[in-house]
């Protein structure tokens, strides 16, 4: 199994950025999948959930509103379109299945 996100960076408040994160090694297509992410200090908290067919998402309520999940199961691809971001958006954001987690990207936003 292997989780590889990308699509982190330096943003201003308020700015946009979009996540990435490809899945091999499991049955993608047929399974849930969630975006986390770990602020400076603080422990991992979770973000997102996508149903397996795009059709069912959730979302922390601190996002709400601002962040969209979305996948592409022809690519087996997951994403997470981060808009309005703010400064306690920034952290490491981790791709997740069951128990596996990819390396993570950094977003940071700052002036």
């Known amino acids: 199994v292997q989780l590889v996100e990308s699509g982190g960076g330096l943003v201003q408040p308020g700015g946009s950025l979009r996540l990435s994160c490809a899945g091999y090694?499991?049955?993608?297509?047929?399974?849930?999948m969630n975006w986390f992410r770990r602020a400076p200090g603080k422990e991992r908290e979770w973000v997102a959930t996508?149903?397996?067919?795009?059709?069912?998402?959730n979302y922390v309520d601190s996002v709400k509103g601002r962040f969209t999940i979305a996948r592409d199961n022809t690519k087996k691809m997951v994403y997470l379109q981060m808009n309005g971001l703010e400064r306690e958006d920034t952290a490491v954001y981790y791709c997740?299945?069951?128990?596996?987690w990819g390396q993570g990207t950094q977003v940071t936003v700052s002036s």
């Open positions: 090694g499991f049955p993608f297509s047929h399974t849930d």
């Open positions: 997740n299945w069951h128990d596996y």
């Open positions: 996508i149903g397996f067919d795009g059709r069912g998402t």
